[in-house]
């Protein structure tokens, strides 16, 4: 039998070794608890965000039923990896199982690709709403609003299906991954044949269209920015500015240290650098998506003041509950 595949059924039963942070047990721990604050802030910050657009319903409107998306969405993206690092610090452990790592990289795609595309409708909801506001209703009824969501989640399924379908028809000469999780650019390095140029080819594809987004969003924002500059209210246009600044920041974040991430020559550069692109493209936007998108927003604060009392709470499901009926 062939050496290569040999090693190719080797590590499908046996499963891949990750990075380790440190070799050191007490930082280990460290880290433990870093990605466990990181992870809590992230997961309650979206939950809440979640509850609020679907319990209040003053907040039923396009803009607010799409940042649900988002933090559905940022909820999954911070889940694929931080708890499976978590655990292997506390459990001085490398190992992951093959299936487990088809499965981080379908839903890394999944949920990232998903949440590229609800963050471009956002943009595209904020331009219909400040520039044409008097063709809003029509160009973002209800039906527009879920098929533009079900798009992008469809979108976001047949891209993990893509590149996980093009990442594991690649034989292996190792299961040594130079990262904490299982990361394409990383994984590619340990074929042994050339059908790792199929996948290359996919991600150069991937980023034009992740560069098309950012076009679109930029220059949906350079057009609010028009508008805004036109009305005479300072405290307006310093709302746009503080609000759209840093939408395209996160953006920004997202889009160039992913390309950066899985677009440079993996050669020259160091498990630190790895490390750290990864978290500023998987783990930063989710940690602060609630924050810059919702935290922020008056609507949302007193939406989450209501849920906050107990009493309100159990009057509005008990409402909701009375309406399905």
């Excluded at 999780?181 to 080819?201: A, D």
């Excluded at 503080?242 to 498990?271: D, E, K, N, W």
Aim: glycine share 6%; proline share 3%; charged share 10%.
């Amino acid at each position: 039998m062939h050496i290569g595949s040999k090693i190719a059924n080797l590590t499908s039963t046996s499963g891949f070794l990750l990075l380790e942070f440190s070799d050191i047990r007490e930082t280990q721990i460290l880290y433990f608890f870093v990605f466990l604050t990181i992870y809590l802030t992230a997961v309650t910050g979206n939950l809440l965000i979640i509850l609020a657009v679907a319990l209040d319903h003053h907040l039923q409107t396009p803009m607010y039923f799409f940042l649900m998306n988002l933090a559905i969405l940022d909820l999954g993206a911070v889940s694929v990896m931080v708890p499976k690092a978590m655990a292997n610090s506390l459990m001085n452990s490398r190992s992951i199982s093959y299936s487990g790592c088809v499965a981080q990289v379908f839903f890394l795609f999944f949920f990232v690709g998903s949440d590229l595309s609800i963050l471009t409708i956002m943009a595209h909801d904020r331009y219909v709403a400040i520039c044409n506001p008097l063709q809003y209703e029509i160009v973002m009824h209800r039906g527009a609003c879920i098929q533009m969501a079900a798009s992008a989640w469809i979108a976001g399924i047949l891209y993990g299906a893509l590149h996980t379908g093009g990442t594991f028809t690649i034989t292996f000469c190792s299961n040594m991954i130079d990262q904490f999780f299982c990361e394409i650019p990383q994984m590619l390095k340990l074929s042994c044949s050339n059908l790792y140029l199929v996948e290359v080819g996919l991600l150069l594809w991937g980023s034009c269209l992740a560069l098309g987004c950012f076009i679109y969003i930029t220059v949906s924002y350079v057009r609010i920015f028009e508008a805004v500059l036109k009305i005479p209210s300072v405290h307006g246009q310093k709302k746009a500015i503080s609000t759209c600044l840093p939408h395209l920041t996160v953006v920004s974040l997202l889009i160039f240290t992913g390309m950066f991430a899985y677009l440079r020559p993996q050669s020259y550069t160091s498990s630190d650098l790895n490390i750290i692109s990864a978290i500023i493209y998987a783990v930063v936007p989710p940690l602060l998506n609630p924050f810059i998108y919702s935290m922020r927003n008056k609507e949302i604060k007193t939406a989450l003041l209501k849920i906050s009392d107990c009493g309100h709470l159990s009057k509005i499901i008990a409402s909701k509950a009375f309406r399905q009926k």
